[in-house]
Nanobody, 124 residues
Framework: QVQLVESGGGLVQAGGSLRLSCAASGRGFSNYAMGWFRQAPGKEREFVGAIGWGGTSTYYADSVKGRFTISRDNAKNTEYLQMNSLKPEDTGVYYC?????????????????WGQGTQVTVSS
């Protein structure tokens, strides 16, 4: 089973930017879609966005569309989440996840492997 490790979280002021990375170990990274989810205190984990196995297809939650960009480098077994124009409501623990499939899905149950999460805090 693949292991995922997120990095790049931190504290940023509203309007600022952060770039999260998700490094995967193990084989088969390029065969599967990847996703990002987040969880705010007291709330359920929610879908942020996903990218297909080849990196050409992406899909985002409405709340982040136009501000967040997902990319991947299959040669480096790494997925990225570029977050711009951050808002206080973007605060939470961000998780990367590997899908069971090569195509994009948005449901938690479709993701087989998860990272430990990285904290993102946006101050107003």
């Amino acid at each position: 089973q693949v292991q995922l490790v997120e990095s790049g979280g931190g504290l940023v002021q509203a309007g600022g930017s952060l770039r999260l990375s998700c490094a995967a170990s193990g084989r088969g990274f390029s065969n599967y879609a990847m996703g990002w989810f987040r969880q705010a205190p007291g709330k359920e984990r929610e879908f942020v966005g996903a990218i297909g196995w080849g990196g050409t297809s992406t899909y985002y939650a409405d709340s982040v569309k136009g501000r967040f960009t997902i990319s991947r480098d299959n040669a480096k077994n790494t997925e990225y989440l570029q977050m711009n124009s951050l808002k206080p409501e973007d605060t939470g623990v961000y998780y990367c996840a590997q899908s069971k499939w090569g195509y994009i899905t948005t449901q938690l149950r479709d993701f087989a492997s998860w990272g430990q999460g990285t904290q993102v805090t946006v101050s107003s």
